[in-house]
């Protein structure tokens, strides 16, 4: 190992996976590979104006908390924190033709983080943070800037430009991902091209891409489904249609079966196997629903969701009056993962 491990700038996850690979770090400049994800929380700076700065430290430090587990789930390396951001990158110290794919499924992996760690910030009294990411794949230079005695291992290219931006763009929990991204995740996703008057300032001329969901296998359990799991991860919430009852959820997965859905409890909403419920679904894009009905097939109750071990109640809807459109897109991503 060359003596560079040791300084403060490479990161500990990095330097973990060069030792356990047995490679180094080259003291010159090197042309590689990466998938990047670049994830900020919106309107970080209005946080000082309801809370001290204790508080929005704290806020924060639950916040990197659950991207760094998220990331370090799908063999991401955290490389840069800053106030209300963060940067990952898969493809370091070798890339892997999976990278890109893992990257996004890290966003999405976020994104239902996001909705798990609710009860913590209101515990701490603030309200639920929203995220942008934006996930791109290409070529870097990367090595070490400044004076001897103060190295900073850096990354340097024009992807990490157009992850930034695309990063600043999205909003509401969205992964929006460059062309090179799409092109790997595409048999794995479903994906929803940005009009260009969204990206026109910002990115002219690129093509750019919204990650509705991915399939993400479970080598255990994926033999034993009749429907395969498309993870989406997206707010919605339910309606008891016969108490009136409303409840805040995340619809987390879909497949041609129904959707699954996650609430953080059931104090004053009990609905129940066999009965039914109104699913807000505006923005679950695939469906093109603002609202449908569902039949509760399967409810169960669930003690370690997220870093904070939450208790949530995990439900499965079969879904009722759909439009044909609605029919033919949840019939296209279950071909598509069969």
Same mark, same amino acid.
């Given at each position: 190992?060359?003596?560079?491990?040791?300084?403060?700038?490479?990161h500990p996850d990095l330097k973990r996976k060069l030792r356990e690979m047995d490679m180094t770090v080259k003291k010159s400049r090197e042309l590689?590979?990466?998938?990047?994800?670049?994830?900020?929380?919106?309107?970080?700076?209005?946080?000082?104006?309801?809370?001290?700065?204790?508080?929005?430290?704290?806020?924060?430090?639950?916040?990197y908390r659950v991207l760094h587990s998220a990331i370090s789930s799908h063999d991401g390396i955290v490389s840069w924190v800053r106030e209300g951001?963060?940067?990952?990158?898969?493809?370091?110290?070798?890339?892997?033709?999976?990278?890109?794919?893992?990257?996004?499924?890290?966003?999405?992996?976020?994104?239902?983080?996001?909705?798990?760690?609710?009860?913590?910030?209101?515990?701490?009294?603030?309200?639920? *943070?929203?995220? %942008?990411?934006?996930?791109?794949?290409?070529?870097?230079? @990367?090595?070490? !800037? &400044?004076?001897? $005695?103060? +190295?900073?291992?850096?990354?340097?290219?024009?992807?990490?430009?157009?992850?930034?931006?695309?990063?600043?763009?999205?909003?509401?929990?969205?992964?929006?991902?460059?062309?090179?991204?799409?092109?790997?995740?595409?048999?794995?996703?479903?994906?929803?091209?940005?009009?260009?008057?969204?990206?026109?300032?910002?990115?002219?001329?690129?093509?750019?891409?919204?990650?509705?969901?991915?399939?993400?296998?479970?080598?255990?359990?994926?033999?034993?489904?009749?429907?395969?799991?498309?993870?989406?991860?997206?707010i919605g919430a339910l309606t008891d249609l016969s108490s009136k009852k409303r409840k805040v959820g995340l619809i987390k997965s879909i497949s041609?079966?129904?959707?699954?859905?996650?609430?953080?409890?059931?104090?004053?909403?009990? *609905?129940?196997? %066999?009965?039914?419920?109104?699913?807000?679904?505006?923005? @679950?894009?695939? !469906? &093109?629903?603002? $609202?449908? +009905?569902?039949?509760?097939?399967?409810?169960?109750?669930?003690?370690?969701?997220?870093?904070?071990?939450?208790?949530?109640?995990?439900?499965?809807?079969?879904?009722?009056?759909?439009?044909?459109?609605?029919?033919?897109?949840?019939?296209?991503?279950?071909?598509?993962?069969?």
């Open positions: 190992m060359n003596d560079l491990l040791s300084q403060a700038s490479l590689k590979v990466v998938s990047v994800l670049f994830v900020e929380i919106k309107n970080f700076s209005s946080l000082f104006l309801r809370h001290d700065a204790e508080t929005v430290f704290e806020i924060a430090d639950i916040f951001s963060l940067v990952a990158v898969w493809g370091l110290p070798q890339w892997k033709n999976n990278d890109a794919c893992q990257a996004v499924r890290a966003g999405v992996h976020i994104r239902m983080e996001m909705f798990h760690l609710i009860p913590e910030l209101v515990r701490v009294g603030t309200v639920p *943070l929203e995220v %942008g990411m934006g996930v791109v794949t290409g070529g870097v230079v @990367l090595g070490f !800037l &400044g004076p001897a $005695q103060r +190295k900073e291992f850096a990354l340097i290219g024009g992807c990490m430009s157009h992850g930034k931006k695309l990063m600043t763009i999205a909003a509401d929990n969205g992964i929006f991902i460059d062309q090179r991204t799409a092109f790997y995740v595409k048999d794995l996703s479903y994906l929803l091209r940005i009009q260009p008057e969204i990206i026109e300032n910002e990115l002219s001329g690129m093509k750019a891409f919204e990650v509705e969901g991915i399939f993400q296998y479970n080598p255990n359990n994926e033999s034993k489904r009749r429907h395969p799991r498309f993870i989406v991860a997206k041609e079966g129904g959707l699954g859905i996650e609430v953080h409890d059931d104090k004053d909403f009990k *609905l129940n196997i %066999g009965e039914k419920a109104l699913i807000d679904c505006k923005r @679950l894009k695939l !469906l &093109g629903m603002h $609202q449908v +009905k569902g039949l509760v097939m399967r409810k169960e109750n669930h003690k370690s969701a997220g870093i904070f071990h939450l208790k949530t109640w995990d439900m499965g809807f079969k879904l009722l009056e759909l439009t044909d459109k609605a029919k033919r897109n949840l019939h296209k991503v279950a071909t598509k993962g069969g």
